[in-house]
């Protein structure tokens, strides 16, 4: 089973800054079947990317994602008010496993 | 518009068995996967397992094969978690999810179905 770490564990930003979350694997992902999801209490997840760069369906252009093999990255380029939130990546590499998160908080 | 609409809030005590739904609508049921994850109290997510509703092919996660059930009715566009003993522990907000394909990510998610286990 792949196993995804998450650092940092918290990142605290003030809006229009730029955010960097790493997400790093127990070993390579093929294909960049790689994911992130945003998670704002009380609230289901939301899909940001997959395929680690795509930007799914209405997702702003703020949100990016790269990387490849073991190391992959979210970045969000000027934090917006509503972007303060828990942010999961995810493989689909044979089985599915999710990251511990990075909550993004307001500094 | 594509939608999961998850059945309401359960209570329960441990021991008991429970079986919580979600419905798709707005796409053909039977031609994407349905997948089950849980959050417990202040955690992460955890993927359960998936199935396909059109010929109830199912994987699990070695962490919940054997501990739940994951079942579909394609007449009523509807998956089903079940569980056949609760235990404290199984409480917990779950999620169904439409992933975009086998294997991939989960696109449409359902809005959750919180359980709690307690006696």
């Known amino acids: 089973e792949i196993v995804l770490t998450q650092s940092p564990g918290t990142l605290s930003l003030s809006p229009g800054e730029r955010a960097t979350l790493s997400c790093r694997a127990s070993q390579g992902v093929s294909s960049n079947f790689l994911a992130w999801y945003q998670q704002k209490p009380g609230q289901a997840p939301r899909l940001l990317i997959y395929?680690?760069?795509s930007r799914a369906t209405g997702i702003p252009d703020r949100f990016s994602g790269s990387g490849s093999g073991t190391d992959f990255t979210l970045t969000i380029t000027r934090l917006e008010p509503e972007d303060f939130a828990v942010y999961y990546c995810q493989q689909y590499d044979g089985s599915l496993t999710f990251g511990p998160g990075t909550k993004v908080d307001i500094k | 518009e594509v939608q999961l609409v998850q059945s309401g809030a359960e209570v329960k005590k441990p021991g008991e068995s429970l079986k919580i739904s979600c419905k798709g609508s707005g796409y053909s049921f039977t031609s994407y996967w349905i997948g089950w994850v849980r959050q417990m109290p202040g955690k992460g997510l955890e993927w359960m397992g998936t199935i396909y509703p059109g010929d109830s092919n199912t994987k699990y996660s070695p962490s919940f094969q054997g501990q739940v059930t994951i079942s579909a009715d394609k007449s009523i566009s509807t998956a089903y978690l079940q569980w056949s003993s609760l235990k404290a522990s199984d409480t917990a907000m779950y999620y169904c999810?439409?992933?975009?394909?086998?294997?991939?990510?989960?696109?449409?998610w359902g809005q959750g179905t919180m359980v709690t286990v307690s006696s």
């Open positions: 395929g680690a760069s």
């Open positions: 999810a439409r992933p975009r394909g086998w294997p991939n990510a989960f696109d449409v």
